[in-house]
């Protein structure tokens, strides 16, 4: 059983910068790809930045060039770096493990969820 536990969020002021965390516990073999996901009040959730099994990147076009997805596997900890907020970045921000995962951003490939951590951006 794979468990994820959301940590950081918070609030900035757009423009500024905010780092996730997500540690993750429990048996994950190669081919879980790992990722963020967020979703506003009334709005699907959509898939951010994922990291997949071969160590490639996959983003949103949202926030290419501002968002940065890492893993420390030392630590088994999943990050997401975010720069240059902006309003439209409010969410709730959830990590998300799947395996044989086809559509990378596509939320019903994913099996284990954390329990989501809330980025607000004020204008």
């Known amino acids: 059983q794979v468990q994820l536990t959301d940590i950081g969020g918070g609030s900035s002021e757009a423009g500024g910068s905010l780092r996730l965390s997500c540690s993750v516990s429990?048996?994950?073999?190669?081919?879980?790809?790992m990722g963020w996901f967020r979703q506003a009040p009334g709005k699907t959730r959509d898939g951010v930045a994922i990291?997949?099994?071969?160590?490639?990147?996959h983003y949103a076009d949202s926030v290419k060039g501002r968002f940065t997805i890492s893993k420390d596997h030392a630590k088994n900890t999943l990050y997401l770096q975010m720069n240059r907020l902006n309003s439209d970045d409010t969410a709730t921000y959830y990590c998300?493990?799947?395996?044989?995962?086809?559509?990378?951003?596509?939320?019903?490939?994913?099996?284990?969820w954390g329990q989501g951590t809330q980025v607000t951006v004020s204008s």
């Open positions: 998300a493990a799947g395996a044989y995962v086809a559509d990378k951003l596509a939320p019903h490939e994913y099996n284990y």
């Open positions: 429990g048996y994950t073999h190669a081919h879980y790809s």
């Open positions: 990291l997949d099994t071969d160590g490639r990147t």
